[in-house]
């Protein structure tokens, strides 16, 4: 579904590269989850997936990207988003006309939806996304909360193969945060729909990705499943990525032979854990 292969790109005026050596293959049906550190060229590597670079964002590039049998180069941002669906890290950037159901009616429209099921779309997107409420609103007038979920709303509309969100959650609070997991969990599991996503909410992330892959300066580091990626703790601190309070916990139990189960990705199993380990 999506194979990078010994692909790297510069941008234009850059000195450096921002990807570097990158193969990665993601099959149809996967949740994974990017993490690492700033300007470890995790938003770079979802552009070069929906077809921003190095159509939109110009510079040097190697190797290849085949998405959905598709080479990223050959082929635009409008061809692949016929089957990837992308939701940015800043909603302001995305959000092109003046009222929510416009907004999501808009791609529907320019790919010839018939009218019956537009209305059927935006009504499902709404009600997947939290904010059935939202419908009639002014986009300007939406906290950058709700634009978000406008973003996500309109990504998901179109039921892309792929669905790559860079950061969704950052302007969003605990609550907000759980149900745009929870519509990608849904959307993951009942439509099979192939989810890419870059969080810095890393014991949220680690709760519904199945896989975990770390970067850092434009390499991939990591490549391994969720819970393997926490039991190797050490080595997100030593790439400089926050790792979870609950994970440093079950770590240091682990090493002080007091506890040998899995990791908590939850607060919840943290307290299990912590019961089991002082037996109250």
Sequence with gaps: MISFNNYSFQYKDSNKPALKDINLQVGKGEFVG????????????????????????TGD???????????TV?????????????VLQDPEAQIVTAYVEDEIAFSLENFNVPTDEIEKRITEALELSGISHLRNRDTAGLSGGQKQRVAVASAIALRPDILVLDEPT???DPLGSKMI???????????NMTIVIVEQK???????????????????????????TLRQSWRLIEMGINCPRVVSLARMLEEAGLYGGEYPRTVDEAANMVREVTGR
């Design 34 to 57: 990017i993490i690492g550190p700033s300007g470890a060229g995790k938003s770079t590597l979802l552009s070069s997936i929906n077809g921003i670079v190095p159509h939109y964002f």
């Design 202 to 228: 890393i014991m949220l992330l680690s709760h519904y990705s199945k896989r975990m892959i770390t970067m850092v300066d434009g390499e991939i580091k990591t490549d391994m499943s969720t819970i393997e």
């Design 170 to 172: 950052s302007e969003l």
């Design 74 to 86: 050959d082929n635009g941002c409008v061809a692949l988003s016929r089957h990837v669906g992308s």
């Design 181 to 191: 997991f929870e519509t990608l969990a849904r959307l993951n599991s009942e439509y």
């Design 61 to 71: 590039f190697y190797g290849s990207i085949i998405v959905c049998g598709l080479d």
